[in-house]
């Protein structure tokens, strides 16, 4: 999918709309022209033989770059901006999909981007990802481990706080604070209204992956908070504890107080967040490391609905929505709630090269795909 849209405004956002008051009170920077479509996956449905499936494909949720970042980045951004920071900072694993879609739209926002970065074993895509964090004028430093990464962030963070004599903007690995949860409490409003309106059936099932958390959490509180009562199956692509249900209900109460003091309902605050099962089953021998029931999604997916999964994030989850129909315990209609970029975008120039670290300038030497 090609195309640069231009954004809706902040009143279009489901979220907004319900709870005026909150909206008064929360600025957004919208990133997305609409609500990110749905679609049956008839052949996939077919040949699973169960349950029907649905598609979410917030991999066409943004302008530039899609999938679940630009979904917090539309409260994250705004919040910095709101706070008066001049620079973001973050962090994430060297081809860090939040870290460069903060990079693109923190640049378009006016804000400055400073990447703390962790070096991992480079995947197919890890030097275009590096290349276009470069190109949208981030800064990239990098360390060889987390615990360097830990060790290094308060000079990190100290460095720019003398730079711009103000407090640069923290945002926590894959933007996952409850301000980015915030996003998906808004996606879960967006389903609600497409159920509404005829676009799909009210789901049983929903299958998300959980890395960092905000998605699944935000998710969660935004469907109870809409009127959706769908399980919420969230498959575990990691096994940080940032994963961990504890974790991920933690957030959910979280922003759900959040979202009672600024639309000024306190009885939002105590709404039920059952229905929330996070599965480790499907993370075969661990984060992005594919498994061979991922894989075989990876293909099933692009072979009958000609979607493109991820090997990190959507492959897995797809294999869950397989798995579990398979053993017949998937309640259906399931909605597979896709969450990586699906917006093409241009080949980065090798040249930004030279703007990365000496030492990952070899990762970012990137061979044309065939
Ligand atoms: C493509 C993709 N899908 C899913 C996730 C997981 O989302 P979260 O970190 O909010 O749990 C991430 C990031 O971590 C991601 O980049």
Same mark, same amino acid.
């Given at each position: 999918m090609t195309g640069e849209a231009s954004a809706r405004s902040p009143a279009q956002l489901p979220l907004l709309a319900r709870f005026p008051r909150l909206a008064a009170r929360t600025p957004v920077v919208p990133l997305a022209a609409g609500p990110s479509p749905v679609a049956r996956l008839g052949r996939l449905s077919e040949s699973l033989g169960g349950p029907d499936v649905w598609l979410k494909n917030d991999?066409?949720?943004?302008?530039i770059y899609g999938g679940n970042k630009p979904r917090k980045l539309e409260f994250v951004l705004a919040d910095a901006l709101r706070r008066k920071s001049k620079t973001v900072l973050t962090t994430g694993a060297i081809g860090t999909n939040h870290g460069l879609a903060t990079a693109l739209y923190g640049a378009q926002a006016g804000l400055h981007v400073g990447l703390l970065l962790t070096y991992e074993e !480079?995947?197919?895509d890890t030097g275009r990802q590096l290349l276009r964090m470069a190109a949208a004028g981030a800064d990239i430093y990098y360390t060889r481990n987390h615990a360097l990464t830990a060790a290094a962030a308060p000079y990190f963070i100290a460095r720019y706080w003398l730079r711009d004599r103000r407090r640069p903007y923290i945002l926590g690995p894959g933007g996952s604070s409850s301000m980015g949860a915030l996003g998906f409490v808004n996606a879960g409003f967006e389903l609600a209204a497409q159920v509404a309106a005829g676009e799909?059936?009210?789901?049983r099932s929903i299958v998300v992956p959980v890395g960092t958390g905000a998605t699944v959490a935000g998710l969660l509180a935004g469907l109870r908070l809409a009127g959706l009562d769908s399980e919420v199956i969230g498959v575990a692509v990691?096994?940080? !504890?940032?994963?961990?249900p504890v974790a991920v209900k933690r957030l959910a109460r979280n922003v759900t107080k959040l979202v009672a003091g600024r639309a000024g309902?306190?009885?939002?605050?105590?709404v039920g967040l059952d229905g929330l099962r996070i599965s480790s089953?499907?993370?075969?021998?661990?984060?992005a490391r594919p498994s061979r029931r991922s894989a075989q999604a990876l293909a099933m997916a692009a072979d009958l609905e000609n979607l493109e999964l991820d090997a990190v994030y959507t492959a897995k989850t797809m294999s869950a929505v397989i798995g579990l129909a398979g053993q017949g315990v998937l309640e259906g209609p399931v909605l597979y709630w896709h969450t990586h970029n699906a917006i093409r975008m241009p080949e980065p120039d090798p040249?930004?090269?030279?703007?990365?670290?000496s030492g990952l300038r070899r990762v970012g030497k990137i061979r044309t795909r065939v």
């Open positions: 991999g066409l949720y943004g302008t !480079p995947g197919p799909l059936p009210a789901p990691t096994r940080a !504890p940032t994963a961990w309902d306190r009885k939002l605050a105590r089953d499907w993370l075969g021998p661990g984060y040249a930004v090269a030279s703007r990365l670290p």
